[in-house]
């Protein structure tokens, strides 16, 4: 392969939970000096824009034309099967044309924040691995649940309180076992065990926020309770029963 005669920049830019609002003005800046944006297209947005992209381009109008999509599959749920690592090299070989071809700033929109449970760490060691010396930059971003417990008014955690976000990808044993050293639960992917989740909560006498879509049109923030069936990227607040105010000061 032949090395582009300038090492280039990779960044991984947050842009936040689904309201171009929330996007930070320093993502912003980012995405208006990237040569090329990568943003991801997955299954659900099939020919058109996926959630990155649309955010983009509320945002930042002006960069329409540097904008290339890559897959990132989203229907292999665990594992790096065979089909989730040809992605990941497909998205790094992109970047690694870009730069060949003259980029000197590549950046990659992933929705809320970089460096939690983000494919951005997938796509910088690929592009690591064949552009050595690459620089590799994270603009933060808001988070699903930053701007859930915003949308709800629900404080994540006040005085001393300790804060865990849990991923129920594979039921709720780790929930369980978490929740019993922690005053607030964050649980991200609820969707496919929404029913466990739901005796859970029964078991310890406690209902809690889901959000979905939060921040899009279609927003939805009701008691888990409530819910008969939810989307696997649903997010929910499992917060302490709190007195008065200051109490945990």
């Not at 990132?72 to 730069?99: E, H, I, N, P, Y």
């Amino acid at each position: 392969m032949n090395q582009p005669d300038r090492i280039g920049c990779l960044l991984g830019i947050g842009v936040g939970p689904g309201d171009p609002e929330l996007i930070t003005v320093k993502a912003v800046r980012a995405l208006q000096g990237c040569d090329v944006v990568l943003v991801p297209a997955t299954e659900a947005s099939g020919t058109g824009a996926g959630r990155a992209e649309a955010i983009v381009l509320a945002a930042c109008p002006e960069i329409a034309d540097r904008i290339t999509r890559v897959p990132f599959s989203m229907a292999d749920r665990t594992g790096v099967t065979k089909r989730r690592a040809a992605a990941w090299q497909l998205a790094a070989a992109a970047a690694v044309r870009a730069f060949e071809a003259g980029a000197t700033r590549v950046g990659f929109a992933t929705i809320g924040d970089p460096s939690v449970y983000s494919t951005f760490s997938y796509l910088a060691a690929g592009v690591g691995d064949q552009v050595p010396g690459i620089e590799v930059q994270v603009v933060p971003g808001i988070t699903a649940m930053q701007a859930l417990a915003a949308a709800s008014r629900t404080p994540l955690v006040e005085g001393d309180e300790v804060l865990a976000l849990v991923p129920l990808k594979h039921g709720i044993a780790n929930l369980v076992d978490i929740a019993q050293y922690v005053d607030t639960c964050v649980v991200y992917k609820a969707g496919r065990h929404l029913g466990a989740l739901q005796d859970y909560l029964g078991t310890i006498e406690q209902d809690a926020i889901a959000g979905i879509d939060i921040g899009l049109p279609g927003e939805r923030i009701v008691q888990v309770s409530e819910l008969e069936e939810a989307p696997y990227f649903t997010s929910v607040l499992i917060v302490p029963q709190r007195g008065a105010t200051g109490e945990r000061l």
